[in-house]
């Protein structure tokens, strides 16, 4: 267990709908990643927020967004979805810039 | 930009044997480099890492790995690979700008299975 929990684990939904996906780093971990693992694309950073602030950005589409709270837990939104976006959305958390730890995951299934 | 490059995709090897994963990696600094495992249904959970000192790090499960900047490569190996050890292996680079700014770059993986 690394201390990172993602909710839900799995979420089945239709295209063309909005989802949240919701990640609590470990506790005094101030960064929070995003991370989609398909099988074509493999693992792909999408995006990283360091104490509520937007930090760096790699292959997030527009139609994806995400942001940190005050109390460090992070949500990652996917509207407009299409059967591509069916994937495993991790979440990660480190203290800086440090080993990131991972989540158990969300698998996302777009019908 | 950085990259990883996993070459073998499947790997099977017996119990008991032993067990090198290759792993290149393209970054202009001095890289942090990772090794993470993923079971099936799992999420990543890390072996081992290298960020400065001995070129030869030591990790969980009887894992160690190897770098080699000349090679620019950060091989995984373990001596005798037990049945538990199946599953699919990552090696990853860190990138930063610095201060808080950090990603990582994952290679395609290894899936390793191996036969009784």
């Known amino acids: 267990d690394s201390g990172v929990t993602q909710t839900p684990k799995h979420l089945i939904t239709a295209t063309g709908q909005r989802v949240t996906l919701r990640c609590s780093p470990r506790?005094?971990?101030?960064?929070v990643y995003w991370y989609q693992q398909s099988l074509d694309q493999g693992l792909q950073f999408l995006i990283q927020?360091?104490?509520?602030?937007?930090?760096a950005k790699g292959n997030i589409l527009e139609r994806f967004s995400a942001q940190q709270f005050p109390d460090l837990h992070s949500e990652l939104n996917l509207s407009s979805l299409e059967l591509g976006d069916s994937a495993l959305y991790f979440c990660?958390?480190?203290?800086?810039?440090?080993?990131?730890?991972f989540g158990p995951g969300t698998r996302l299934t777009v019908l | 930009a950085q990259s990883v490059t996993q070459p073998d995709i499947h790997i099977t090897v017996s119990e008991g044997a032993s067990l090198e994963l290759r792993c290149n990696y393209s970054?202009?600094?001095?890289?942090?480099l990772f090794w993470y495992v993923q079971s099936p249904g799992q999420g990543l959970q890390l072996l081992l890492k290298?960020?400065?000192?001995?070129?030869l790090v030591q990790g969980i499960k009887g894992f160690e790995a190897e770098f080699k900047r000349s090679q620019s490569s950060f091989n995984l190996r373990k001596p005798s690979v037990h049945w538990s050890d199946a599953a699919e292996y990552f090696c990853?680079?860190?990138?930063?700008?610095?201060?808080?700014?950090?990603?990582?770059?994952f290679g395609k993986g290894t899936l390793l299975t191996v036969n009784p």
């Open positions: 990660a958390s480190s203290v800086v810039t440090d080993t990131q730890y």
């Open positions: 506790s005094g971990d101030l960064s």
């Open positions: 927020y360091y104490n509520g602030e937007e930090r």
């Open positions: 970054y202009g600094a001095t890289p942090y």
């Open positions: 290298y960020f400065s000192g001995d070129t």
């Open positions: 990853a680079v860190g990138e930063g700008s610095g201060g808080s700014n950090y990603k990582l770059t």
